[in-house]
C-alpha cells in the first residue's frame, strides 16, 4: 500500500507569493494534519481535517489555509509567503478523527520543503 | 497536553541497548506517551505508545513508571539506521501532537 504523498517535494518561491502543498492520505484514512517544521525545531501542528471539516488549527496567521476534498486528499494554501515561512512541511493522516482510545497513529509523509527567497 | 522533558542528545555504541528517557511529571489519567522518531530529512515514523503497561514490538519497548510520572524507550539493539531525533509525546486522543524539541541519539559504530 502506497504511504501518505505529498507534492511537489521541493519548491522555492519568492516573498508575498502564493504556494499550494498537496497531500494524499493513506487508503481508508479519513483524518489528515498538517505541521510545519522549520529547521533544528520539532514539528509544529498547523490543522487537522476530518471528513472535510477542520477539527483542530494551530497558532498560525489566517494566511495559512486548508481543505480537505471528497477522496480525503487535502491542500494547504500559504498566502503572502514570508522569509520565516521556509520550512518543512508535513502531512499526516490516520483513520478516524480521535480513533479509539489509545489508537490515534498518525503516518506522516516524507513532507514538502519550501524555500522563500 | 502534558508537556515532556527529554535530555538533548544521548549516544550509543551499535549493538548495545539505547535507553532514552521522558520526564512527564503532569501527565493526566487519560493521556497516553507515544514515541516517535525522525530520520534527516524525513517525515517522522511511529514508534510505539501506551498508556499504563509496558509494551513492545517489533521496533521497541517502552517502560512506563507506575506513576506514570516517566517513561524509557528502549531499542534492544541499535544499529546506526537508529541514529535520528526521537520524540517523546503525551496526548489524549486527537490528532494534533505537540513534539518538543526530542531527544537526538547518534549511534556509533
Known amino acids: 500500500d502506497a504511504g501518505v504523498t505529498q507534492s511537489p517535494t521541493h519548491l522555492i518561491k519568492t516573498r508575498g507569493q502564493h504556494v499550494t502543498l498537496r497531500c494524499s492520505p493513506i487508503?481508508?484514512?479519513?483524518?489528515v494534519s498538517w505541521y510545519q517544521q522549520v529547521l533544528g525545531q520539532g514539528p509544529q501542528f498547523i490543522f487537522q481535517y476530518y471528513e472535510k471539516e477542520e477539527r483542530g488549527r494551530g497558532n498560525f496567521p489566517d494566511r495559512f489555509s486548508a481543505r480537505q476534498f471528497p477522496n480525503y486528499s487535502s491542500e494547504l494554501n500559504v498566502n503572502a509567503l514570508l522569509l520565516g515561512d521556509s520550512a518543512l512541511y508535513l502531512c499526516?493522516?490516520?483513520?478516524?478523527?480521535?480513533?479509539?482510545?489509545?489508537?490515534?497513529?498518525?503516518?506522516f509523509g516524507a513532507g514538502s520543503r519550501l524555500t522563500v527567497l | 497536553d502534558a508537556k515532556t522533558t527529554q535530555p538533548p542528545s544521548m549516544d550509543c555504541a551499535e549493538g548495545r541497548a539505547a535507553n532514552l528517557p521522558c520526564n512527564h511529571s503532569?501527565?493526566?489519567?487519560?493521556?497516553?506517551v507515544y514515541w516517535y522518531r525522525q530520520i534527516h530529512s524525513q517525515g517522522p515514523q511511529y514508534i510505539i505508545h501506551?498508556?499504563?503497561n509496558n509494551e513492545t514490538n517489533e521496533m521497541a519497548s517502552l517502560i512506563i513508571t507506575e506513576d506514570r510520572k516517566s517513561s524509557t524507550l528502549i531499542l534492544p539493539h541499535a544499529t546506526l539506521r537508529d541514529t535520528a531525533v526521537y520524540y517523546c509525546?503525551?496526548?489524549?486522543?486527537?490528532?494534533?501532537?505537540?513534539f518538543g524539541t526530542g531527544t537526538r541519539l547518534t549511534v556509533i559504530p
Open positions: 487508503s481508508g484514512h479519513k483524518s
Open positions: 499526516a493522516s490516520s483513520p478516524s478523527d480521535r480513533g479509539r482510545v489509545g489508537a490515534n497513529v498518525l503516518t
Open positions: 501506551g498508556l499504563k
Open positions: 509525546i503525551v496526548r489524549a486522543g486527537a490528532n494534533n501532537l505537540f
Open positions: 503532569t501527565i493526566s489519567g487519560n493521556e497516553y
